[in-house]
C-alpha cells in the first residue's frame, strides 16, 4: 500500500520507566524529543511541553506496554496557568511542576485548580525549598534528583516532610547500590539508567485540520448531534468556515440568498452534507491529488451503488471516504476509527465488510482493482460495476475542481 502524507515512523518523543519497588513499572516519564536534534533549551519549554502533551493525545502511537500507566509530562509554567493545557484525561497524566518554576500565588491557584480537576501532582528535582512547601501539601509524588544529595540529607529532609500519602520518587538511580540504598530509606519509586535509558517512542502524527475535523465528526455522529455545539466547533476554525461557507454559496446547492452564517450554512447543507464535506477537508487537506482522485471515486461509486439498491447513499458515500484513510493518511482504518470514536455500524462496514454497506465497500473495492488492471472479459455484473465506477470517476473529476476552488 503507497503511504501517505508524512512518515509512519516519525519521532514523536521518549520514555523513561518508573520502577516500583518490585521492580515492576510504575508510570512512564515522557520527554521531549525533536527530529532536527533540537533540546528543550532551543524551542523552550512552552513549545517542548505542548509538543509532548500534543503527541500523546493525537499521535497514532505504536502500542508499547509502557502507555498502559500513567504519564509524567514536565509542565511549563506559562502553560500551567493557561489553566486549559492537558486534554487528556486525569486518571492518565502526573504533571511534574520542575524545580526551576517560581512558586507564585498565581501558579499555587493554577495548581490547586488542576488537583480538583483530579490530576495528580509530581515535584520534580526537589530541593527541599521552604517556598515550595504550599505545592508540597498538594503534591501525590516527590522526585529527587539523588545525584546532587547524600543519602543523610535525603533522610533527614523526608522525615521532615512526611505524608502517609506522598510518593517519593529517586531519579538518576544508576546502580544497584544506589537502588538499595534509597530502597531501605524508604522510597517508593525509582528511576534511571540501572533500570533504563530513555526510549524514543514513534508514530503517526496527525495532520491539524485532520484532527480538528475528527472533532467535529465525533459530534456529527452523536445519536442526537447539538447543533450549537456543532456551530461552536465550526467558528472556532475559521479556514473550515469559510470553506463550508463557499459550498453552501456554490451553484452545486442554489441557495435563494447568500448564506453568511454558520447556523445557515448547518441548516442548508444538513447533518448528512455537512458531515461528508466535514471528513472531504479532514481527510484530503494535504493528501496527493492522485489519493484524493481514488479515495474520491471510491466513495463516489460507493455512492452510486447504494442508490441502486435503495440505501441512504450519504451514508455509503461516508463509508466509502473513511475506508480510503490509510491511502490519505498512512494511518491504518481500525486505529483511525478509534480515534474517531466511530459507531459500530459504520466501524463494522469498514473494517470486517459488514451489513449492506460492507458488502458495498467490498464490491467496490474489487472493481477498483480491476479497473486499476484494466482487465478485459469481465462478468455481466462485473462489467456493470466497471461502468458505475467510472461514471464515479468523473464525477470524482468534477468534486476535486470544485475543491480546488474552495481551496483558493
Known sequence: MTQGIGNANSLLMATQPIFDRDDKIYGVELLYRNEGGLAVADVGEGVATAEVVYQL???IIQR??????PAFVNVSDDIL????FLPVSPEHVVIELVERLEPTGELIKAVEHLRHQGFRIALDDFAFDPQWEPLLAMASYVKVDISTLTPETVKACKDRYYHPSLKWVAERVETREERDIYRQLGFDLFQGYYYARPSPVYGKKIPASTLQATTLLRVLHQPEPDNDEIISLIQADPELALKLT?????????????????????TH????????WVALFGLLGAARSEHAELALTRAKACELLARSHALCEQDAYFIGLLSSVELLLGIPREEFLTCLEIDDETAGAIL??????????HRIEMIERHYAMREQGLSE?????????????????????TLMAVKK
Do not use: C, K
Not at 442554489?254 to 452564517?261: L, Q, W
Not at 470486517?352 to 465497500?361: A, E, F, M, Q
Open 81 to 84: 496557568l493557561a489553566r486549559h
Open 57 to 59: 493525545s493525537t499521535a
Open 269 to 276: 447543507l444538513g447533518l448528512r452534507q455537512l458531515t461528508n
Open 246 to 266: 463557499r459550498v453552501a454559496n456554490s451553484a452545486f446547492y442554489h441557495p435563494r440568498a447568500p448564506i453568511r452564517s454558520v447556523r445557515g450554512i448547518v
Open 64 to 69: 508499547v506496554d509502557t502507555f498502559q500507566a
Open 352 to 361: 470486517h465488510g459488514r451489513g449492506h454497506y460492507g458488502d458495498i465497500l
Open 381 to 401: 455484473d462485473m462489467g456493470r460495476l466497471l461502468t458505475l465506477y467510472r461514471q464515479a470517476h468523473h464525477s470524482a473529476f468534477e468534486l476535486l475542481s
